[in-house]
């Protein structure tokens, strides 16, 4: 049973535009929602993350909004550039069980086209 | 700094072989897991330790165990390996036991011939 998903699948943007990718979960008891990017061959990398008491959290170009009511939570980039293309995957986890193990979606492969 | 480094970096099997596989943390973090990603899909979690001791499980067979050491680092064992357990495996740091941010060493891709 996935506990996060993920749409959509693949995405195709322009240089310069926006990418959205959104993720939904279940697990009320899910207290923080990372942002991960990952190039071929190489491990994901995190890129920002948030917790459930704000509703948005921009670092740079990339922001995160988060719909507590709705489970629901994405990734916007924007002024989408070549080199963020890449594989991105949003996660979740329950941290105040004591464990801090990641829920993964199963990603977003974005291409930017020149 | 340095960051998380797995090793080896590609690794071939054959059905029914046992596999080690090794992962240095962050300097000063304490707690490392370990996720199976599958081509196409997102890491899943196997394991995690904290100050030597396991601190969950994922849904994985007794096949597979792993054990943290006194300087933090860890090894994942998979014993009677099936064609099913190629994948890349991935390792991951954090400060503490709870809490996040978790961070990703670049893997070791386990084949199964």
């Known amino acids: 049973q996935q506990q996060v998903k993920q749409s959509p699948q693949s995405l195709i943007v322009q240089k310069g535009g926006i990418s959205i990718i959104n993720c939904a979960y279940e697990n009320t008891a899910f207290d923080y929602f990372p942002w991960y990017q990952q190039f071929p061959g190489k491990g994901p990398a995190l890129l920002i993350a948030?917790?459930?008491?704000?509703s948005e959290k921009k670092e740079g170009r990339f922001t995160i909004s988060f719909n507590k009511s709705a489970k629901q939570f994405s990734l916007h980039i924007m002024d989408s550039q070549p080199g963020d293309s890449a594989t991105y995957f949003c996660a979740a986890s329950r941290d105040q069980t004591g464990a801090n193990n990641l829920f993964f979606g199963t990603g977003t492969r974005l291409t930017v086209i020149p | 700094d340095a960051g998380v480094t797995q090793s080896p970096t590609h690794l071939i099997k054959t059905r029914g072989q046992q596999v080690t596989l090794r992962c240095s943390p962050i300097s000063g973090h304490k707690s490392v897991s370990w996720y199976q990603q599958v081509l196409g899909q997102g890491p899943q979690f196997i394991f995690q330790y904290y100050e030597k001791e396991e601190r969950g499980r994922g849904n994985f067979p007794d096949r597979f165990s792993a054990r943290q050491f006194p300087n933090y680092s860890s090894e994942l064992n998979v014993n009677a390996l099936l064609l099913g357990d190629s994948a890349l495996y991935l390792c991951?740091?954090?400060?503490?036991?709870?809490?996040?941010?978790?961070?990703f060493g670049d893997g070791t891709r386990l084949s199964i011939l």
């Open positions: 991951a740091s954090s400060p503490t036991g709870e809490g996040q941010p978790q961070h």
């Open positions: 948030i917790r459930p008491d704000v």
